[in-house]
């Protein structure tokens, strides 16, 4: 089964921008589904941006739609969540997953979750 690892985070300003990177180990991610989901201090999990087992759909949730973008890989080993134009309100703990369905806004079929990586975004 595959497993995965976050990583990327760290502090920014207003206005600026990371990247995150979910790496795939045991196998790739051909055929999967994958998540980009985030959980604030005091807040459930959310979802953020998704990409289907074929990397040719993607969807994303109203807050992120124009300034995030995910993508994978032609190895299909890695998803990337590229994040510009950072808010204080994006400061979470940003994880991904795997999954068995896709278009969804939420985190049903997702429960494949690695450690997590923490963005904190500066006014």
């Known amino acids: 089964q595959v497993q995965v690892r976050e990583s990327g985070g760290g502090s920014v300003q207003t206005g600026g921008s990371l990247r995150l990177s979910c790496a795939a180990s045991g196998d790739t991610f051909d055929g999967h589904n994958v998540g980009w989901f985030r959980q604030a201090p005091g807040k459930e999990r959310e979802f953020v941006a998704g990409i289907s087992w074929s990397g040719s759909l993607f969807n994303y949730a109203p807050f992120a739609q124009g300034r995030f973008i995910i993508s994978r890989d032609g190895a299909k080993t890695t998803v990337y969540l590229e994040m510009n134009k950072l808010k204080p309100e994006d400061t979470a703990v940003y994880y991904c997953?795997?999954?068995?369905?896709?278009?969804?806004?939420?985190?049903?079929?997702?429960?494949?979750w690695g450690q997590g990586t923490q963005v904190t975004v500066s006014s």
């Open positions: 997953s795997t999954g068995t369905t896709f278009g969804r806004l939420d985190s049903e079929g997702y429960d494949n």
